[in-house]
């Protein structure tokens, strides 16, 4: 066997072909503060990947609760303990990110609208209920959404003057 065959691949290398095993690499020199061996260039950016990941996670669900919620205040017969579970789920786990990253916390307020309009679409595919019938601005607030008692009043849709 060759020298060249015994020689570990280059930290580039694996980030390209064992991501798992470039991740504990680079553990490993961080841990023995062998700066100088450590795959910056990679290292730099899955460290700023990590919080984007807890940015989009707040997202998306932030979208499928508001998303839920318009179906519960627009469907009152079809209401169902799946729904109930969704809705809470996606509290748990907003709330979970923003005790793992308080400097996250303004972070659901910036994306409300924008999160609002993905629900609305959401809530209208799932529904059957044409987008328009869905208001545009949002029947509750972003700290009523992530209130784990509050729930949205019925709308009759027949009759919204």
Known sequence: MTKA???PPAADDLYET?????TQGQAELL??????ELDLENLIEEVASVGRSDRQQIESRLDV??????????????????????????RRRIARVLKASPSLKRYPAEVFGECYRSGRL?????????LVLFPETPPFTLEQAL??????????????S
Request: glycine share 6%; charged share 30%.
């Open 5 to 7: 065959a015994l020689k």
């Open 18 to 22: 064992d991501f798992h095993a470039w």
């Open 122 to 130: 959401l809530a209208s595919r799932e529904t059957g209920i044409a």
């Open 65 to 90: 609760l508001l998303g839920h919620l318009l179906k519960w205040r627009y469907q009152p017969g079809l209401r169902n303990s799946h729904w109930t579970g969704t809705i809470d789920e996606q």
């Open 147 to 160: 209130d784990a008692n509050f729930l949205p009043k019925d709308v009759d849709l027949l009759d919204q």
């Open 31 to 36: 841990r023995a503060r062998r700066f100088d």
